[in-house]
């Protein structure tokens, strides 16, 4: 049986990424846009109310809207914005986290935030099995490719080459730290440092954690073998088993998409300290891949079909 799909945005950073990445399956019917009629509401109405899944790839306020235009009992929708993340009736789309099953059977699916995506892999089977604290104020520093920005931050970048590092949510209140919490299990929001490297695509997410002082933790060899032990059997996500030989990590600004995660543990010798970092790419299990990952699952069909592992 064919899905039929349409991807609202399907010229933004992330819809172009899902459509290369459905390119020729023959499990999915691409409905198409063209120019002229992409942002025209009657001809999105309808091409949402013939789908049979679509997939919003917009701003926050564009998305609500889109799911307002939903006419009918048949269309599923996967959101890759932030608008319904932690929204009663939606589904978070972390098969990984919330259950394959979860995601092949809902109607209303909310793709995670890229950096939470690396938080939430990291923390929440730890704190769900309560090998680390839930009242505890985490910290997380993460640094993304300008792509993660969209259009808008890809033009910056591409204009401005002397933008080596930029930090930003200064004043708090970032719109990932909800989603953050809420599925890592939190009773305390965490303290949440992004930035942006002058590079396309690609993110590092880091939580340091100082275990000597943390109420009820475990030595950082456990926390790993948790980790091991929970994404056993996944082909997307990758729990390091030991420190890069280099000693060093590295982001390459030449990297290739990847829907991939790869989880490390690091610890002190003396098991007072450890660093918790995902490495993933902020266009694939961030956001694209994940969006087809779940699609996968909602039209029944494995997984990690046309991912790039
Ligand atoms: N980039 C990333 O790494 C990630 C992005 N996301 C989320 O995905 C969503 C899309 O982001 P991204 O692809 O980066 O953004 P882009 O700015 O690259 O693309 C957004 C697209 O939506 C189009 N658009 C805007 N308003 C409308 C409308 N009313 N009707 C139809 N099309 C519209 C834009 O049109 P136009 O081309 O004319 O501007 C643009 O093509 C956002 O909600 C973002 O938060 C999620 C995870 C990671
Ligand atoms: C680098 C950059 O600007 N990243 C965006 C997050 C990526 C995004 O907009 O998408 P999601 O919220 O859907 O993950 C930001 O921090 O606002």
């Known amino acids: 049986m064919t899905t039929s799909v349409f991807i609202d945005g399907a010229v933004g950073t992330t819809g172009l990424e899902i459509a290369e990445r459905l390119g020729g399956r023959s499990e999915f019917a691409l409905i198409t846009l063209d120019e002229a009629r992409r942002k025209d509401d009657a001809a999105r109405r309808e091409a949402i109310n013939d789908a049979d899944v679509v997939i919003l790839c917009l701003p926050d306020d564009a998305a609500r809207d889109a799911v307002a235009m939903i006419a009918n009992d048949r269309t599923r929708v996967i959101d890759a914005s932030t608008a319904h993340r932690v929204a009663d009736g939606w589904t978070y789309g972390f098969p990984e986290i919330v259950g394959r099953d979860t995601v092949a059977e809902a109607k209303r699916v909310s793709n995670p935030g890229c950096y939470p995506t690396g938080f939430i892999a990291l923390l929440a089977p730890l704190v769900h099995n309560a090998l680390l604290p839930a009242a505890w104020p985490y910290s997380v520093h993460a640094v ?41 299990g939190l009773m305390i929001a965490p303290l949440f440092s992004p930035a942006v490297v002058a590079a396309h695509r690609g993110m ?23 980790l091991t032990q929970f994404y056993e059997g996944s082909k997307v996500v990758t729990v390091a088993q030991d420190l890069p030989e280099s000693g060093e990590m590295l982001l390459r600004a030449s990297m290739e998409p990847w829907d991939g995660l790869t989880l490390h543990v690091m610890g002190s010798a003396d098991g007072e300290q450890a660093r918790l970092v995902a490495v993933l790419d902020n266009l694939g299990k961030g956001a694209s ?7 996968n699952l909602m039209a029944g069909l494995d997984e990690t079909a046309g991912l790039r592992l």
């Open 144 to 184: 993304s490719g300008y792509s993660g920005g969209g259009k808008a931050l890809i033009g910056r970048f591409e204009e401005d080459r002397d933008i080596a590092w930029r930090g930003y949510g200064l004043s708090f209140g970032h719109k990932h730290v909800p989603e953050m919490q809420r599925y890592a």
């Open 289 to 295: 891949g994940a969006a087809v990952q779940s699609l």
């Open 204 to 226: 590092v997410v880091e939580i340091p954690l100082p275990l000597g002082v943390m109420p009820g933790s475990v030595p950082p060899e456990l926390l790993r073998a948790a």
